[in-house]
């Protein structure tokens, strides 16, 4: 019985592990701002990480502190943002979905603990004029069970 | 020297591809280990026309919860700790003892189930300073997304016998008609 040549084997499933470093490095955003979110003992897991885009809010990074200060800020993307941008990332988050899950997009706000309340609303305020009203409150779970 | 029958020697590459596999793996469980868990909320459509979202509901149906801006948390106007927020919340939703100051008790159909006896038209407002620290904010959420998930877990317990968590898909949606939540959040005030 002939046998198979496996020696590509090797260089084939390397190819495969380039692909997925490449992806797993490209996927994320450099984050401009320091946040710990809460945690909490209610928390669920979000299902699918392709419905979800992510807003981030917290204190400048020391790099940036000089010109921005210590001011909570809010990033989106890649990019220190105000309120009013909310609108246009939402509608592009949603123009990069397919159409089938249009309706099931959510937004993942990743607030740091200390940040105050007036900032976090104007941001829901912005989400439900852009009606992106499906919204999660990211947190991790409490480890000790109280 | 003997130049005719040298041979190189083959490296034994036969494992290479299991370490590259061992890599593989590594990195395709690393990709999906980033999941983000949080607490899922659904907030209420925008309409331009009503300036003010006026809750219109008699006193009895409305637990007033306000976190003010030094963080202190005040249910139906007392000051609480916020451990004690849940308890406040599951008798005050479920309403066990009937009392005059909760919520009224009505039939309501859940669709697929039946009549059920409940607190159809309670509401908890949930009002916080623009200055309140959003870890408080969180943790109230917390609290009383608990209390909701406890008095479905023990009307599950009561009616079908197990936990919410093992209960189908129909019966969980069965137990959040039996106590849906109804968090109304208004703007936060300026003092």
Redesign the interface.
């Known amino acids: 019985m002939p046998e198979l040549n496996t020696s590509s084997l090797p260089d084939l499933i390397f190819s495969v592990l380039f692909f997925f470093m490449m992806v797993t490095s490209m996927r994320e955003v450099e984050l401009k701002v320091q946040f710990t979110t809460p945690q909490g003992t209610e928390i669920e897991k979000l299902e699918k990480k392709s419905l979800v885009s992510h807003i981030y809010i917290g204190s400048p990074n020391k790099e940036y502190r000089a010109s921005l200060g210590t001011a909570p800020r809010i990033q989106l993307n890649d990019k220190f943002a105000e309120v009013d941008a909310i609108r246009d990332y939402v509608a592009q988050e949603r123009e990069s979905m397919p159409e089938r899950d249009k309706p099931f997009m959510k937004i993942s706000l990743k607030v740091d603990k200390k940040v105050q309340m007036g900032i976090v609303t104007d941001v829901k305020l912005a989400l439900r004029k852009a009606s992106a009203l499906n919204m999660v409150y990211s947190a991790s779970k409490k480890k000790d069970g109280q | 020297m003997a130049k005719t029958n040298r041979k190189v020697p083959q490296m034994n590459?036969s494992s290479?591809?299991d370490i590259?596999?061992i890599?593989?793996i590594f990195?395709?469980v690393?990709?999906?280990m980033d999941?983000?868990?949080?607490?899922?909320?659904?907030?209420?459509?925008?309409d331009p026309n009503a300036q003010e979202e006026e809750i219109k509901a008699k006193e009895r149906n409305v637990m007033v919860v306000l976190?003010n801006k030094n963080n202190e948390v005040l249910c139906r106007g007392e000051l609480i700790e916020i451990d004690q927020l849940k308890d406040l919340a599951k008798e005050f939703i479920a309403n066990p003892e009937d009392k005059d100051n909760f919520p009224v008790k009505e039939e309501y159909d859940i669709p697929g189930f039946g009549t059920v006896i409940t607190t159809v038209k309670h509401i908890i407002s949930l009002q916080?300073?623009?200055?309140?620290?959003?870890?408080t904010?969180?943790?109230v959420?917390?609290e009383l997304?608990?209390a909701y998930?406890e008095l479905r877990d023990e009307w599950c317990k009561a009616t079908f016998r197990k936990s919410y968590k093992d209960c189908t898909e129909d019966q969980q949606l069965y137990a959040r008609g039996m106590y849906a939540s109804k968090i109304s959040?208004a703007?936060?005030k300026q003092y």
């Open positions: 590459s290479t591809a590259s596999f890599l593989l990195f395709l690393t990709t999906s999941t983000d868990t949080g607490l899922s909320r659904r907030l209420p459509e925008w976190v916080t300073d623009r200055s309140t620290e959003y870890e904010y969180f943790q959420q917390n997304t608990k998930n959040e703007e936060p």
